[in-house]
Every structure is written in structure tokens, then in C-alpha cells.
């Protein structure tokens, strides 16, 4: 009969230096953008005209207080939420990459 082999206990993972703790941190927040950087959004294979879907998930009070916006307004639901998150994403991305 085959015997198994044992390997050895393997030690606990060593730890990382402090220093190496202080650098990650001291690198929290920064902007890691170049000056010639190119954005997803400005790659020259993105179309102004496609448009793509993202499923929301919110619960169901607020979808039906969404409901009835778009039943008495001019909005449709998805135009009311596109209208006010545009604005949102601009400022974000301002932001992102002063």
C-alpha cells in the first residue's frame, strides 16, 4: 500500500513592513491620470449615437413614486432619471480627472 507523503506546515504569511503600509496610504486620493491620457469615453471606436442599457435596481416605493412623475409630467421614467443623472456624471468626472 502507497504511504502518503507529509509536507511540512507551511508558515503563517509574513507581514508587510510599515513603510510599505505608509506608502499605500500616502497614495490614497491621488490623481494617477497623465496629461495625454486618453479616456474610455474619447476612444475613437465610441459612438455618440449607440445607446446602452443599465439595469436599476431601487426599491418599490421609489419606483412608483417614478411612475407617477412620468404619468404627470412630460418625462418618461428613464428620461427623468437621464436628465438629472447627466449633470451628476459631469461633475464627477470634473472631479476625477482635474
Not at 510599515?18 to 486620493?29: C, H, S
Request: proline fraction near 7%; aromatic fraction near 8%; charged fraction near 40%.
Amino acid at each position: 500500500m502507497a504511504t502518503k507523503k507529509k509536507t511540512p506546515l507551511r508558515s503563517t504569511p509574513k507581514t508587510r513592513k510599515d513603510r510599505d503600509l505608509d506608502k499605500f496610504a500616502a497614495g490614497a486620493g491621488r490623481k494617477k491620470a497623465k496629461a495625454d491620457e486618453i479616456y474610455p469615453w474619447e476612444e475613437p471606436h465610441v459612438r455618440e449615437d449607440v445607446k446602452k442599457t443599465l439595469p436599476l435596481r431601487i426599491d418599490e416605493p421609489l419606483y412608483l413614486k417614478l411612475k407617477f412623475i412620468a404619468k404627470r409630467t412630460p418625462y418618461s421614467m428613464n428620461s427623468f432619471i437621464l436628465d438629472r443623472v447627466i449633470d451628476e456624471i459631469e461633475e464627477e468626472i470634473a472631479r476625477l480627472t482635474e
